[in-house]
């Protein structure tokens, strides 16, 4: 490929980021697990399903992930149909890595 | 809403060092240098796109254990940590590294946007290929960036359809 198909490769791959992924990354700048060069003010709660969601956009947000429900789950929309991954790390269990990314560093 | 930028936030940081190493307040006075790349170095960029990093941040660097005891102490204050296997990770031997700070005791110095770039993808091409996408998106690909590409024999078509 030459560049300009590179180029042309990269826009079609873009992933649009929505309203819900800068409310994830609001939160996770706001408990200190992320930070940005650019400004996120949201502090509410956000769902395991935008964080998912938005961590297809940005993997760093699934790194950081189980830290978050671990340590600030105050941020989180309760639910009762987490990912079997997710929930055996919320149950304990302490997998190399989580969606192949190593997530223990941060918890 | 975060009050200072990274960059404010490391030179703060090494200006503390520097105060602190000359007041002889970490053992024997020595001068240590911080090569700063990895995400960080990333965020101080003018990338032109927006970026998340995580609170590591990797440097090679001569300083001691000591020192980087008090370093990260510092960065702990900005929600930030040193990341200890820093030395294992792979930049281009020709990066080029400019000034962030320069005191009596400490200096430190940040690494080129293009040499950033290229080792993410050449490290973690899975976790970085956004980046990628969103620097070729951003028409920042310059001659340098096109250059080490080459040299490097990096396949990008691979790396942005996620084949790697």
């Known amino acids: 490929m030459n560049w300009e198909e590179i180029e042309a490769l990269a826009r079609a791959k873009t992933k649009k980021r929505d309203a819900n ?46 830290a978050l429900m671990l340590n600030f789950g105050e941020y989180i929309v309760p639910s009762k149909n987490l990912p079997k991954d997710l929930m055996a790390i919320l149950e ?4 190399v890595e989580f969606r192949g990314l190593n997530y223990r560093q941060w918890i | 809403m975060e009050t200072l930028n990274l ?12 105060t602190k190493i000359s007041l002889g307040e970490i053992g024997k006075k020595e001068h240590v240098e911080f090569n700063i790349f990895g995400q960080s170095a990333l965020l101080e960029a003018k990338v032109g796109f927006e970026l998340e990093q995580s609170k590591d ?52 110095r940040i690494a080129d946007l293009e040499y950033i770039i290229v080792s993410k993808i050449i490290n973690a091409p899975t976790k970085n290929r ?8 951003a028409g920042n690909a310059s001659v340098l960036f096109k250059d080490l590409v080459k040299k490097y024999n990096i396949n990008l078509e691979k790396v942005i359809n996620g084949d790697v």
């Open chain 1, 21 to 66: 992924f800068y409310k994830v990354i609001g939160v996770l700048v706001k408990v200190g697990l992320l930070h940005t060069n650019y400004v996120t003010t949201y502090t509410g709660k956000v769902s395991v399903e935008d964080i998912l969601k938005a961590g297809e956009i940005e993997p760093r947000i699934l790194e950081v992930l189980p």
């Open chain 1, 92 to 95: 304990g269990e302490r997998p």
């Open chain 2, 7 to 18: 960059k404010s936030k490391l030179v703060t940081v090494f200006e503390e060092l520097d």
């Open chain 2, 57 to 108: 941040i990797d440097a090679y660097t001569n300083a001691s254990n000591i020192f980087l005891f008090e370093f990260n102490d510092f960065l702990k204050k900005f929600q930030l940590s040193y990341d200890s296997l820093s030395r294992e990770a792979w930049m281009p031997p020709e990066t080029v590294y400019r000034i962030l700070y320069e005191g009596d005791f400490v200096t430190a």
């Open chain 2, 130 to 137: 956004m980046i990628l996408i969103n620097y070729l998106n």
